[in-house]
């Protein structure tokens, strides 16, 4: 039996950087990093709590035409420098961070979680979740660090044109309402949903009694809402409100009567 042959250690200066080589083609690449990794985080709440959920962070850089490649482990290295607590401003820490030790001109993350908010009934006072996909996108680019808020909000919409029309009751659906928004100071994720949902037909709760269901149905038909009515009407709103500089508003309506989505966008940049 032969001895086994001693493994040969190399130390980390003999390891040759790979990524860090030339690259003869030229062609620069607008991004390039880690999508979907999954990741611990705590999000401050408006009643002063802080919520434990999981994120899916994509984070991605821009590389010159000279460099092979980027270095991949110092995307994850950065993430867990946060230990778990991501605000509005570690958010932008963690991208600026992200940009100056990769060596990039500009940089990108995106962090796509859900957000839970107990909610109580509207009669009975029942309490229970509602879940909210949201998503922080960070950019920058030219020194500057620039952030969006995404939500989806799900609504009941109930259809004017049904209830003007019909001898019996209205037909309605649930709805996402989608809105992106850049805000100028610190807007909480439930101030967005508030607005949100005061603007539909009716909003939705994770549990409702028979005296809530009564309530719900009949809020629906006194406030009916075309698509065009939800997405103008969430805009009226965020046009008066200065902290949102910029937004987007999308009304996706799952139609009950047809076998197609009702669908309304109104886009707005207030400082151009």
């Avoid at 030229?26 to 009643?47: F, Q, T, W, Y």
């Avoid at 908010?117 to 909210?132: F, Q, R, T």
């Avoid at 065009?228 to 008066?240: G, I, L, P, T, W």
């Amino acid at each position: 039996m032969n001895p086994p042959v001693p493994v040969k250690k190399a130390s980390v200066t003999s390891i040759e950087d790979v990524q860090s080589s030339a690259d003869t083609r030229r062609i620069p690449i607008n991004k390039v990093g880690i999508k979907d990794i999954r990741h611990p985080i705590r999000i401050k709440e408006r009643a002063g709590q802080e919520q434990h959920t999981v994120a899916n962070f994509s984070m991605y850089v821009d590389l010159p035409q000279d460099f092979k490649g980027t270095h991949m482990s110092r995307f994850v290295e950065i993430l867990n420098n946060y230990e778990r607590e991501i605000t509005t401003d570690s958010f932008k820490e963690m991208l600026t961070e992200m940009t100056e030790r990769l060596g990039s001109a500009s940089g990108h993350i995106q962090m796509r979680f859900p957000y839970f908010i107990n909610k109580k009934a509207p009669v009975s006072g029942v309490e229970s979740l509602m879940d909210y996909d949201v998503t922080f996108t960070g950019e920058r680019r030219n020194g500057e660090n620039c952030l969006k808020i995404k939500v989806v909000v799900p609504v009941t919409s109930l259809c004017p044109c049904s209830k003007k029309i019909s001898d019996y009751g209205a037909h309605n659906q649930r709805s996402h309402v989608t809105v992106e928004c850049k805000a100028k100071g610190f807007i909480w994720i439930e101030e967005i949903i508030d607005i949100v949902e005061k603007e539909a037909s009716c909003e939705l709760y994770g549990l409702l009694k028979r005296p809530d269901e009564k309530y719900v149905t009949e809020r629906a038909y006194d406030n009916p809402k075309f698509v065009e009515d939800m997405v103008r009407d969430v805009a009226v709103k965020f046009n008066e409100e200065d902290r949102i500089r910029a937004y987007v508003v999308e009304s996706e309506n799952f139609e009950s009567i047809h076998n197609h989505s009702a669908y309304a966008m109104v886009e707005k940049d207030k400082d151009k």
